[in-house]
């Protein structure tokens, strides 16, 4: 059919259906038109959803375009007369008014009555802090009833909320240090998270399954590395999850993950928190982040390998065979299969010997800022008084590496 | 026919050309892509200027009109005498002066020597402009009016505002009252005057206005160098007190920014809570536990429902040899509501003191801080 259209209308056709075609993705995992939650078909569906709306909008914006280009075509000037010249005509323009108000009107009750509806948190059975910081977030679990579950001390996490699957979680969203944007597309819209403010945001997945997001405001060098995902779990697996979080800390026993152990008091701790590790003497390592990073907060790696992403969710904790197969999980198997997180030898029912995306926590350990633009030159701190954003090259040797995955591998 | 400056145009452009060339197969690292793009910005560049050089002849109009030189505007003699050479003789005295002394007079200096510059610039290009010297001022006026009257007005209004504020700040806060009254009434006589007779000359309005400004610009000056009166500074409510203190008195009782508040902590006369902030849930509860995140800070709206005054005091630890971190309201009246924004920079395990919520001084009944 292209065949016969000249060439430049030829090429503008294909550059539409390019556009087109793109929206067609299977694989999407930020798809805004594929709900999966309450709260985003909250804004997806009904007369004031996003769907019909979008659909609204396509139609005005097709028919001011046609009337656009009908005039350039038709009154385009070939040298013919100039036409007669009127002014004003009070019926057009009064149709004219009122049409787009009736339109705007139509759309603005609905739309209220859903932010009405998306605000409520009467029916939140669980609740989670969520704290940004460049370029990672935070999530932290009072001590509470979630969602029949018993949290009876506080659980901190990073990089990847998990939460029970079908009940409404409140999240209360704020920041550290600049304001960031807290968004899961599948299950609910944006929230700001602006430091000393709360903002609060529900959230809410049918389905165990996990539901990524991005940060949608501007935060500094790596804001497009700064990602986010829920991972929701069926109630038994929620529990399960929060009981491995909860448990003690237990020191290695392997001679090489003790060494590790070492190097991460005398390296790591500085920033990063993991709890329950103690020193020789028996007294606690506390962390002290506020003395070295301009947010005052490392991610705490007390469970880093139940984790499936660490920077911020940037890189895979997991390899690319097992992430596939996790993302693609049918839901009634998704929680088992999070719930093994990362692992080197092959669990019973594991499809996969190893999972462990070595390569890039090494990578990390070696160079991180390589990784992930950060501003961690301790030649160029001035303006921060000395601290970093983010984690600079430790410039580790590759015997502490290995020192240190073989620790950091038991943190599960 | 080429003139000399369009010869040496095209001259520098094919010599930024080759150089690029020879640049870039001679030189290899991170620095060769800088460089050969340096070399071929500059050849566009001249290029460019040599093109327009051309097309103008190099602007010698006696190339194109022989004798116009002798007759043209431009030939003629200024039309007086300029006063920027000696300002912008002050501002580079400014300038030497600053270089030794301070920064901020350094920068003042700068800005009288640009302005001084522009000024005397624009004023020579407009006295040749045309025969008509009318005409000269109007083109003058045109360009540097937009950018004068607002800068002389900024300049004149912030000399007023700076003056009163200085006179105010010397002036005791009774006799300032008093002058503040005093110079509202002056101003509102002096506009019924003018408006009653209307026969008041535009200059004798302008000098009588002109003299006010200058009187308080000049009191204001002599107010700066005697100094401002002492003031007294509210020192701070004594957190670990439950007494009404001197520091007390003055501050804000009521929440100003309800907004984004962490958690409400509610005193009633059973009972010390928590409830949190944007959740109204099934599960609602009165925590006697609150969960803070470390080094952000939060706000917290106290609500005293109990029939006698009380002080919401967060205590934040003690870590090291620092003194302990202790934050509160004022006294809460009865029914009152306080606010308070907190920030926990450590773990409580780090504290040698117990981090909570507590009611001034007394360490029971208490509200766990807990930062994760």
Redo the contacts between chains.
Sequence with gaps: MLAHLPRRRAAAALAILGFLVAGCAKNAPQDIFRPAGSNAREIDDGLGGQKYIFILAGVVAAIVIAVVLFIIFKFKDRGQDIPEQTHGNPMLEIGMTILPAIILITVAIPTVAKIFNLA????????V?V?GQQWWW?Y?Y????CGGIEITQ???TSGEMVIPAGV?V?L?I???DVIHSYWIPRLNGKRDA???????LRMQADQPGIYTGQCTEFCGLSHARMRQAVVALDSDSFATWVANQEEAYTSPTDALALEGEGQFISQCARCH?INGLTNSDGT?V?A???QNLV???AP?LTNLMTRTGFAGFTFDLITDACREKLWNAPSEEFSALYLQGVWMDSPAGAEYPVCFNETALREWLRNAPGMKPMFVDPNNLSSTGGLYRGMPNLGLTEAQIDQLIAYLLERK | MLTTGSKLLIGATVVSVISAILFGITVDGPGATVGVIGLLSAAVAFGLIAGINVYVRDSNAPAMEPGVEHTCAAARQPSGASGWPAVAAVGVAGLAIGAVSRPVVFLVALVVVLAAIVEWMVQAWSERASDDTGYNATIRGRLLHPLEFPVLATLGLGALIYGFSRIMLSASKDAGRWLFIAIGALFLAGAVVVAIYRGAGKRTIAGVSALAAFAVVGVGVASAVQGQRDIEAHPAPSCLSNEEGEGDHGAPKAPSDTAGVYATIVLTDSDFYAVLGNWNGPDKIAYHQLSVPRNARVSLVFLNQTSEPARLTARLGKFGDAAESVECTAMVEADGEGYLSIKAVNVPLASTEPMQLQLGGEEAPAIEIQVP
Excluded: F, M, W, Y
Aim: hydrophobic share 25%; with cysteine.
């Design positions: 409520k948190s009467d029916d939140a059975a669980c609740v802090n704290t935070e932290d009072p001590v509470q009833n506080p659980i901190v409404n409140q209360r704020t920041s550290r602006v430091p000393g403010s709360l903002q609060p928190q606690p506390l002290n982040p506020e947010s005052g907060a705490n």
